[in-house]
């Protein structure tokens, strides 16, 4: 009879570790069929599949990893991020999805980040996953996906797109204003939906010292004085340039980032930028400034030295040594205007650099497209959605 007793008590303590073993494989047989259906693009059965395995055992960290996945490829970014940190919550010490989760992180920000180089990224990417690869074991299954990144801006209100001109300089040997233009127009027509309007290239600069010699149609209206009591002194009194922005002396070649904070006066003219926009169909306007710069840095640096030691062995040896270079800056400022009101909806500021040895001599022009095939990608985010190629780590 103890002997019966003591079988009833065994079976009943594992009874607990066998029912969780069933849920386990059913949710397993349900994440397989999962993967296979993700290997041929059908996310939407994939999707089912893997949250079905999640019904069955909440505890399956893969199930939360897959699942994650797929909502990053098809567009449901918060969802994606839910069930990224469901999985680590689960499994904490898992490199494997601690490595996807990162992957996917730098993904779903897409161009909101900046980037130093576009083989830079690529280096990067190759890198994650590379680390992945190393880590996973048999039981995973490498897959690209298509992190769709929509746009910052709401542009459905807008058929068509105006790259009005900037307020630029820096540099004698780039026209940076002309480069610009056309530049983003020719991005647009090719990556945005927006129909881009063909015009000359504003001369912002010097319309702004037009408005700033007070014209009545295009002046920025003055904020009106605060009442005070019989003889006391103007507010405005001294330094009235100063207090106010309307009457500061415009910069007629700028040089440097502070000879361009006197122009943004011009962006909030919003009685100028509607009129614009009434010329032009009401489109949404892109303007801003540039600045364009040289720029010339030295110091020490960390360089590969090629040796060899006592064995005629060749190596390879870290050294710091001094070096002087030089190269190129460029800092502009995207504003976006509402065309139908004149009034901006958003605005993004952003900076490279590109420093080369003192004896190499690289035009100023290529340094400029060089610079801004960087900032291209940030550029476009914001009016257009973008896909970030990528690879991520199915587990089973």
């Known amino acids: 009879m103890k002997a019966l007793a003591a079988a009833l008590v065994v079976l009943v303590a594992a009874a607990p570790a066998v029912l969780h073993a069933d849920k386990r494989n059913d949710a397993k047989a349900q994440v397989d ?68 989760t990162n992957c996917s992180k730098k993904s779903m920000t897409g161009a909101r980040v900046p980037r130093t180089s576009r083989r830079l990224s690529l280096a990067l990417g190759a890198a994650c996953m590379a680390a992945v690869t190393l880590a996973c074991g048999p039981s995973y299954f490498e897959i690209p996906i298509e992190t769709p990144i929509q746009p910052k801006l709401d542009v459905t209100p807008f058929q068509r797109v105006l790259i009005a001109g900037f307020v630029a300089g820096g540099n004698d040997d780039v026209d940076t204003n ?28 010097d319309i702004a010292q037009e408005q700033a010699k007070g014209t009545p149609a ?28 309307a009457t500061m002396p415009l910069p007629t070649k700028i040089k440097e980032e502070k000879d361009l904070e006197p122009y943004e006066r011009l962006f909030a003219n919003t009685a100028y930028w509607k009129r614009i926009g009434e010329e032009y169909q009401n489109p949404l306007i892109v303007t801003g400034t540039v600045l364009f710069a040289s720029n010339e840095r030295s110091g020490f640096v960390n360089r590969n030295v090629e040796d060899f030691d006592s064995f005629g062995r060749r190596r390879v040896v870290p050294m710091r040594t001094y070096s002087e270079r030089k190269g190129f800056v460029l800092r502009p400022k995207f ?62």
């Not at 233009?181 to 001369?203: E, F, G, H, N």
């Open 33 to 100: 069929f999962g993967i296979d259906v993700a290997q041929r693009g059908l996310w939407h059965e994939a999707i089912y599949r893997w949250q079905k395995a999640i019904e069955i055992d909440p505890t399956y960290a893969a199930a939360y990893n897959d699942l994650a996945i797929a909502y990053e490829h098809e567009g449901q970014l918060p969802k994606a991020r839910q069930a990224y940190e469901k999985a680590l919550e689960l499994e904490p010490g898992n490199s494997q999805i601690r490595q996807t």
């Open 218 to 245: 295009e002046a920025v209206p003055e904020a009106p004085a605060a009442p005070r009591e019989s003889g006391a002194t103007p507010p405005v009194a001294a330094g009235a340039a100063a207090a106010n922005p």
């Open 178 to 205: 002309q480069e610009t233009v056309r530049l983003l127009r020719s991005q647009l027509r090719s990556k945005s939906s927006l129909r881009v309007i063909d015009a000359d290239a504003m001369p912002l600069m």
């Open 335 to 396: 504003v976006f205007i509402d065309g139908r009101s004149g009034a901006t909806i958003y605005s993004e500021s952003y900076r490279e650099e590109v420093v080369y040895n003192a004896q190499q001599n690289t035009p100023a022009l290529s340094s400029y497209f060089e610079l801004m095939d960087r900032l291209v990608p940030n550029f476009l985010s914001a009016l257009s959605s973008q896909k970030v190629r990528g690879t991520r780590v199915l587990l089973k």
